[in-house]
């Protein structure tokens, strides 16, 4: 299986960055691949969220 990992230094607080990546309505706005995204389940998040 191929592995591809990239990083990205963000100047912004861990918090709002975390604040930001959480937030699947808007994921559009910064994921420009993503054409939308939606909850599977009533968890938005934690063990069990997808």
């Known amino acids: 299986m ?15 960055v975390w604040t930001a990546l959480a937030d699947f309505d808007r994921i559009v706005d910064w994921a420009h691949d993503v054409d939308h995204s939606c909850l599977l389940t009533d968890r938005a998040s934690g063990v069990g969220a997808v």
């Open 2 to 16: 191929a592995e591809v990992t990239r990083s990205l230094t963000i100047a912004a607080p861990r918090n709002a």
